[in-house]
């Protein structure tokens, strides 16, 4: 079969023929439907999550939407190594997929996965998000941020802020928040100022995909009781964090993580996901791409495509 091959940690993955999965005592082959591609693949492929460490040769895609030979289809994460989700077949534990109606938009059905789960679970599983609160979505210009923004909305929170920067500023207001933060401002001063603008009443829920210099200024707009849920870090992996800021605010720092996730928790969030897809309430701006153009695909992976990356066969 043809699938998008890494040879050695940090490769570009190309196209070659790699040997076919063969199904076996709990394990079924499916078809590629459509493969979301997310920041993970590149640490995947670089060797840089312990969880899942790479065998070279190997395939790479972390997730995807397949059709078994049933002529169902499933969303699946993380395929048995050596094998992923960039190839003609994949194979499926039965234990791991989660339904995906027919009718349904495959391409966004995988992009919610990854990307969608991450800030449902941080907002309903992780904060207990009650209908009225306040939300903060730091980093909420990429694709995970989007469909974080999107999961609050649909959750009940009264107010919605969504924190960026560039020309992603623009997109994050065109999803219906209630006010946006330019990150970019002046480093600091500029942060606090527009955070205190965009909620004069604070944040009870903080969805933080950046860490790095932006916590500590969310931090300070936290309510009283409220919730931080680290889910990234994309601007850094440490931050200066004063004791007061979590002691003073009575403030749970959550970390929220795909692995450490119960697989129920995961497959019933999927379901949710999927249940407000096809009530047209979660939109994305995929860009989908062919298996025989995945180096340059993945080249615009690495340099922070603007577009939600959907591979299909």
């Known amino acids: 079969m043809r699938a998008a091959v890494i040879r050695q940690a940090g490769d570009t993955p190309a196209v ?4 076919d999965p063969r199904p076996g005592p709990g394990l079924s082959v499916g078809t590629l439907v459509a493969a979301a591609l997310n920041p993970l ?3 995947i492929a670089g060797d840089q999550l312990p969880f899942r460490p790479l065998q070279p040769p190997s395939i790479a895609g972390y997730e995807a ?7 169902t289809r499933c969303y699946l994460a993380g395929p048995p ?23 349904s938009d495959p391409g966004l059905a995988a992009a919610l996965g990854v990307a969608g789960l ?6 309903d599983y992780r904060a207990h998000l009650q209908a009225g609160e306040t939300v903060l979505i730091l980093g909420a210009g990429g694709a995970a941020g989007q469909l974080a923004l999107q999961s609050a909305r649909i959750l009940g929170a009264g107010r919605i802020v969504g924190a960026a920067r560039g020309k992603a500023l623009e997109q994050v207001a065109d999803l219906g928040t209630d006010a ?3 990150l970019a401002a002046d480093a600091g001063q500029g942060i606090d100022t527009g955070l205190a603008a965009a909620a004069p009443g604070g944040y009870d829920v903080i969805v933080d995909f950046l860490w790095g210099e932006s916590a500590p200024h969310a931090m300070n707009h936290a309510n009283i009781g409220a919730r931080y849920i680290q889910v990234g870090s994309a601007a850094g992996a440490t931050a200066t964090i004063t004791a007061s800021a979590i002691r003073n605010k009575l403030l749970t720092v959550i970390g929220q993580g795909t692995v450490g996730t119960p697989a129920d928790v995961r497959r019933t969030a999927y379901a949710q996901l999927m249940r407000h897809a096809a009530d047209g309430k979660f939109t994305l701006d995929l860009e989908r791409t062919r298996l025989a153009d995945i180096s340059p695909t993945w ?9 939600k ?4 066969p």
Do not use: C, H, M, N
Not at 118 to 123: A, D, F, M, N, Q
């Open 118 to 123: 991450v800030g449902w679970i941080s907002l």
């Open 180 to 182: 946006v933060v330019d």
């Open 309 to 312: 990356l959907v591979v299909t």
């Open 65 to 71: 939407v397949v059709q078994l030979s049933d002529g």
């Open 41 to 43: 693949d590149l640490l």
């Open 81 to 103: 190594a050596p094998y992923g989700t960039l190839a003609e077949l994949v194979p499926v534990p039965d234990s791991a997929g989660f339904g995906v109606p027919a009718d």
């Open 16 to 19: 070659e023929q790699f040997a």
């Open 299 to 307: 080249e615009r992976l690495k340099a922070g495509s603007p577009r």
